[in-house]
């Protein structure tokens, strides 16, 4: 499966077009959050995205919520919101966390403590593509800085997904590095085109 996969848009909506184009050569897509930014322009990128119609597979970031995000893809009919939870797309399954995690120190920030990401991320099955805003906390998470999430980086070691994807430090965008046997990409918004 080819799958073109993306994160912090950040209301660009020309870059948004570009994706909307190269969707049209893949299977599938993720978007790894943060459509907005700090919640204004969320449906404006949405509705560029939703030009999409091969299955897409989308989580929140830190700079919408969950709910806004669910809202504003209502009328998507390709796209599907995770956030917790599992989907299949031709029988590969796919698992997907957003926020940020852990707590970001922004106070307009969608965020989640790393205990609460852990009991979302109970249900992440073996071997899936999982797709979370955040990293792994001490991979493509910063300079040095560990600013990603301890219950991530449990989940990966532990379900050892075929392909984890992120975003949010935009420092380490189109940066990859392997979990274990798990390869990790910090997607950014140029989107790379991975094969599972």
Known sequence: ????????????????????ERSREVNAVIAA??????????????DVLSAIDVSTVLVPGNNETEDA??????????ACV????PTEIDELPFFGLGAGVPV??????????DDEAAALLEDCPEGCVLVVHSPPRGYLDGSGQALGSEAILRTI?????????????????????????????????????LEV
């Open 69 to 78: 995000l669910r809202s504003a893809c209502a009328d998507w009919e390709a």
């Open 157 to 193: 070691e532990e379900r050892i997904p075929r392909l984890a994807v992120c975003g949010h430090v935009h420092e380490c965008q189109g940066q990859s590095a392997t979990v274990g046997s798990t390869p990790l990409y910090n997607l950014g918004p140029r989107g790379t085109v």
């Open 82 to 85: 995770l956030h917790g939870e």
């Open 104 to 113: 970001t120190p922004w106070d307009w920030s969608f965020d989640l403590s």
């Open 1 to 20: 499966m080819r799958i073109l996969a993306f994160s912090d848009l950040h209301r660009d909506l020309e870059q948004a077009w570009r994706l909307v």
């Open 33 to 46: 959050g943060d459509f907005a930014s700090q919640h204004r322009g969320l449906g404006e990128v949405i």
